[in-house]
């Protein structure tokens, strides 16, 4: 069975620019989180949809980050102007949104931001 | 509210010695539980997890965690380190939401 796919694997782009990062979850899962990871601040939870619809994005640092799910197979994570303190691993990762149930994950997007 | 606290940031042990890999969870209702391992630019990946029932969980490459309510931990342990062991260990606890809280990971390094 296929995995969490994301996409672009690495990503380098100068601050000011637009970032989109992709992920596709296991088909059948119905929550999807998106993470970001750094070395100061370990792995932080950003945002997490379930069905679809945002439930909780208290973790999203700024107004320049947004994310949206327009279907159950697909979702992405903006930021829109980038910053270097941006730079960080973003992970994706579905589970079947059931107590209990564990999360799988992305390989991730490395993004670096000059 | 839920948190987890995993002891030593850093842990180093000799090749084919025994793994001990602390954590500690505080949570309100019983918790669910879970051990995930990070290679090297990988995203991570579950080990082992207890929701309920037997108290002692064995999970993938000889890993094992005991679920202990009176003390609130959920160490992780292998009995004999492999080379191929060396990565960051996260332990992560979640009630009856979806999300997970993660702890601040430990980085298992297996010495020749």
């Known amino acids: 069975d296929a995995g969490v796919i994301q996409s672009p694997r690495h990503e380098v782009t100068e601050m000011g620019q637009e970032v989109t990062l992709r992920c596709k979850p296991i088909?059948?899962?119905?929550?999807l989180f998106w993470y970001r990871q750094t070395m100061m601040r370990g792995l932080e939870l950003l945002i997490y949809f379930n069905n679809n619809v945002p439930i909780d994005d208290s973790g999203m640092p700024e107004d320049r980050f947004s994310a949206k799910m327009p279907n159950a197979s697909f979702s992405t994570l903006k930021i829109q102007p980038s910053e270097p303190r941006d730079s960080a691993v973003y992970f994706c990762?579905?589970?079947?949104?059931?107590?209990?149930?564990?999360?799988?994950f992305g390989d991730g997007t490395r993004l670096s931001i000059l | 509210a839920q948190s987890v606290t995993q002891l030593g940031s850093h842990v180093s042990v000799s090749e084919g010695a025994l793994v001990l890999l602390r954590c500690n969870y505080s949570s309100s209702v019983p918790p669910y539980l879970f051990w995930y391992v990070q290679y090297p630019n990988q995203g991570l990946q579950l080990l082992l997890k207890y929701t309920t029932g037997a108290t002692l969980v064995k999970g993938i490459n000889g890993f094992e965690a005991e679920f202990k309510k009176s003390e609130t931990s959920f160490h992780l342990t292998k009995p004999s380190a492999h080379m191929s062991d060396a990565a960051e260990y996260f332990c992560?606890?979640?009630?009856?939401?979806?999300?997970?809280?993660f702890g601040s990971g430990t980085q298992l390094t297996v010495l020749p």
């Open positions: 990762a579905s589970s079947l949104g059931q107590g209990g149930q564990p999360q799988h």
């Open positions: 088909s059948g899962h119905n929550s």
């Open positions: 992560a606890v979640s009630d009856s939401a979806r999300q997970l809280t």
